[in-house]
């Protein structure tokens, strides 16, 4: 077997857990921290936004890192890093302690063990199986956001939360460290190999090596082509995430079944990265772009207009399959276009302008539903802003696939 199946497997693992941690099972955590220390859901969700500005300006210089750097020596520093946060949140006795905590190391985490380290790994071994490399990779995200909340929440039930994390302490880098540190190589020129097991290096693969110039991306319209359909997708599939149980139980559904709309959109999430990583070498990448932002924004716009179970189960069911199909479509593009020598980097950047743009579109969701007292305002202006980065991104032209 290719040894770039194995950094597949174990950036899967590291992706999985991570995201599964930091993002998934926040919610999980702070609940019983709020009751606890009397704090409300505005105050608990600074963690988030305090973490994501930091992410805004780490990011673009961890990528460069993961140029330039031992990725198996940054992974396993991260997974420590994550632990150490996890011991830290267990000793915390205020709400801003946590958030302190939260913001100053997640940025970190969330970049090396997420989409900007563990893509730019994968990307480096695969030339023409990378779309596929990058959705099975994606899948972690779905598999880790299944398991690791229900693991933290029986841990809660049993244990309370602060033991909880600190068993979580202990489990994340007793299962990282190793496998990072035995399997992880930078690229396979390193181990005397070549992308995708070619017994040659394929014409047009572009430059593994970490000394490739960085473009000016920043005067390139590829590159805000390319970040305005993503940030987007991210701001409306994070909104959607947050508002869509609170939407249900505002239109008579029971908590149980609104629950069961989060289940439904995981599943979905993690059929649909299948199905790309099934389907990636056939798949036109902008084309899967594009799908996506339908996907998410006919949904929304139905939303409005009907009220049913049956539709919102529906709508859970397109939001999951476009998360599965443009984070790894937004990989592949990246280094389809960039090449795999400056990924990272380009990823970083592209961060900057992606996060913001989920910064502004969750509040923004629920400041529209405390004006308006419905969310028909805000999911009709992300119906929109689907519209417009189809348009932008459209006109994108992206390189075939090498050989």
Not at 9 to 17: D, Y
Not at 229 to 247: D, K, Q, R
């Amino acid at each position: 077997m290719y040894y770039g199946w194995r950094v597949v497997a174990v950036s899967m693992l590291v992706f999985g857990l991570s995201n599964g941690i930091t993002a998934y099972s926040y919610g999980v955590l702070v609940l019983p921290m709020g009751s606890e220390f009397g704090a409300g859901r505005g105050e608990l969700m600074l963690g988030l936004t305090a973490s994501s500005l930091l992410s805004i300006l780490f990011a673009p210089a961890l990528g460069g890192l993961m140029d330039k750097g031992q990725a198996r020596l940054l992974f396993s520093g991260a997974a420590l890093l994550l632990g150490l946060e996890l011991l830290l949140i267990s000793f915390v006795t205020s709400v801003w302690a946590f958030v302190a905590v939260f913001a100053l190391t997640t940025p970190v985490i969330s970049t090396l063990l997420g989409p900007v380290g563990t893509n730019t790994v994968v990307a480096r071994w695969f030339s023409r199986q990378r779309a596929r490399a990058l959705g099975i990779l994606a899948m972690g995200t779905s598999i880790g956001g299944l398991l690791v909340p229900l693991l933290l929440q029986t841990l809660i039930d049993n244990v309370g939360w602060r033991e909880a994390c600190r068993w979580m302490a202990l489990l994340v880098p007793v299962l990282l460290v190793p496998f990072a540190l035995l399997v992880i190589r930078n690229r396979p020129e390193d181990m005397g190999l070549h992308p995708d097991g070619d017994s040659a290096a394929v014409a047009g693969t572009g430059a593994t090596g970490a000394a490739a110039p960085m473009p000016a991306v920043f005067r390139d319209i590829a590159f805000w082509r390319i970040s305005l359909a993503v940030g987007v997708l991210m701001a409306a599939f994070t909104a959607a995430l947050t508002n869509l149980v609170p939407f249900a139980v505002g239109h008579g559904v029971t908590g149980a079944r609104a629950a069961a709309l989060m289940s439904a959109l995981a599943l979905a999430g993690l059929t649909g990265k299948l199905l790309f990583s099934v389907f990636a070498t056939r798949i036109d990448l902008k084309l899967a772009l594009l799908v996506a932002l339908l996907l998410v924004g006919l949904p929304l716009a139905s939303l409005t207009v009907w009220h049913t179970y049956a539709v919102m189960v529906a709508a859970s069911l397109c939001l999951g399959l476009a998360s599965g199909a443009f984070l790894p479509a937004w990989s592949a593009i990246v280094a389809r276009i960039y090449g795999p020598a400056v990924f990272g980097r380009v990823m970083g950047r592209m961060q900057s302008v992606t996060i913001p743009l989920v910064m502004i579109g969750t509040p923004a969701t629920g400041y529209l539903f405390d004006v308006t007292g419905s969310y028909d305002v805000a999911f009709l202006v992300f119906t929109v802003a689907a519209a417009i980065a189809m348009a932008v991104l459209l006109p994108l032209r992206v390189p075939p696939l090498p050989g």
